[in-house]
């Protein structure tokens, strides 16, 4: 017999929710706090980002009446899959037989924030204050959270499980992120007839990803180029290229460096292959950092003991919604969920993991209610 996460987990996953088309696990969501008799509201970032559902608020009133009130936040869409999803259990394992992503990442995360709720409330648990955030597209930039009202929340921190990692990593810092789109524009010609005439805009983007450091490029830095699409056919030298990169640190001066190198390589190889191009830069979230006796740490800490596990320090190379509330002021903490190969046909999460993470959730409440 699957234990409730299990099996509420293996009913989301198998709801594709690509980034902002989530209102079917939004209503799913809704309906799981509905069961529980918990108010709840939906405010209108949907329209502003493009999204079917705005961010989702729940509030569980502390019963306590002492201790630290926290959030904790999750969001509900996943990287697009490019197949069908058929969550299925196997060696302990939840998996996907339809060769394409589970969602664990962030689904895991939802049903455990779920399900730790589900059983403070109808087990009568005491706790110092608890509020639940779902959030949309946060795969493309956290839209959902930069969208929210963070001063709608009462507590004063919080935490996210978005971390592909073994229950007990508690992320210190992540980097900033910055995105690329460069465009490429030169002279179509007759590909046989007339080569020499043209001036090929993909040649040029090849030769600017070719100038580029990219991959790991120190132990806290990395970019990477993504997306290249141009052309219009085989016989023609395309007159248009394009392409989508990125650059990450925790280091700001570091970041600037990278990014600036990416648009040296840029504009070199436009001039040396007779092309123009144009370029667009975002600054897509901002890096932060915890030292290990800050508040929120601690308490995730202390609840990683008292559930079972040891806590791991680490820092991660990936952006979560927890860098937007530390950027607005408000700590965030990321935790590994156990969580693994992510983004991938073969994305997984143990159901042993689940469990754990909902033992954790309460642990920490446990702590927050004492603190």
Same mark, same amino acid.
């Given at each position: 017999? /699957?234990?409730?996460? /299990?099996?509420? %987990?293996?009913? !989301? ?31 209108? @970032?949907? $329209? ?6 705005? =961010?989702?608020?729940? *509030?569980?009133?502390? *019963? ?60 009568? #648990? ?6 639940? !955030? ?10 959902? $959270? ?6 709608? !929340? ?37 590909? &046989? ?16 990803? @070719?100038?580029?450091?990219?991959? #790991? ?6 970019? =990477? ?5 141009? &052309?219009?056919? #085989? =016989? ?6 394009? %392409?989508? $990169?990125?650059? *990450? ?46 508040? $929120? ?20 190379? &990936? ?51 004492? /603190?």
């Amino acid at each position: 017999m /699957t234990s409730d996460p /299990t099996r509420l %987990f293996l009913e !989301l996953a198998a709801m594709p929710s690509p980034p902002g088309e989530e209102r079917v696990v939004a209503d799913r969501v809704i309906a799981e706090l509905e069961t529980m008799g918990l108010a709840w509201d939906e405010d209108d @970032a949907g $329209a502003a980002v493009g999204s079917t559902m705005g =961010n989702i608020l729940c *509030r569980v009133p502390g *019963r306590s009446g002492e201790g630290t009130p926290i959030f904790l936040c999750a969001h509900l869409d996943t990287v697009p899959p490019d197949g069908s999803i058929e969550p299925v259990i196997e060696d302990g394992f939840v998996r996907n037989a339809g060769g394409t992503i589970l969602g664990a990442d962030d689904k895991a995360a939802v049903v455990v924030m779920l399900e730790a709720v589900r059983r403070v409330v109808f087990e009568g #648990r005491s706790h110092a204050g608890i509020e639940l !955030l779902f959030t949309p597209k946060e795969e493309v930039g956290l839209l959902g $959270a930069y969208a929210f009202d963070h001063t709608r !929340l009462e507590a004063r921190f919080g935490y996210v499980y978005d971390q592909a990692a073994a229950i007990g990593e508690i992320i210190l810092g992540a980097p900033s992120q910055n995105s690329i789109r460069a465009r490429f524009h030169g002279r179509a010609a007759h590909a &046989g007839m007339y080569p020499e005439d043209g001036r090929s805009a993909i040649f040029a983007a090849a030769r600017a990803i @070719a100038g580029m450091r990219l991959g #790991r490029v120190d132990h806290q830095s990395s970019a =990477n180029v993504g997306v290249i699409s141009g &052309g219009t056919a #085989r =016989n023609i030298i395309p007159e248009w290229c394009s %392409f989508e $990169a990125e650059a *990450r640190s925790r280091d700001p001066e570091t970041l600037a460096i990278l990014v600036q190198e990416m648009l040296d390589a840029i504009g070199v190889a436009a001039s040396t292959s007779d092309c123009t191009a144009e370029t667009e830069i975002d600054e897509t979230y901002r890096a932060y950092s915890f030292r290990e006796d800050d508040p $929120a740490v601690r308490l995730a800490a202390d609840g990683l003991r008292r559930a079972g596990y040891e806590p791991v320090m680490a820092f991660s190379g &990936g952006g979560a919604d927890a860098n937007v509330f530390n950027e607005r002021g408000l700590p965030c903490v990321n935790l590994g969920n156990g969580m693994i190969d992510i983004h991938t046909s073969d994305e997984r999460i143990a159901v042993a993991d689940l469990e754990g993470m909902v033992e954790v959730t309460l642990s920490i409440l446990e702590v927050a209610r004492e /603190t």
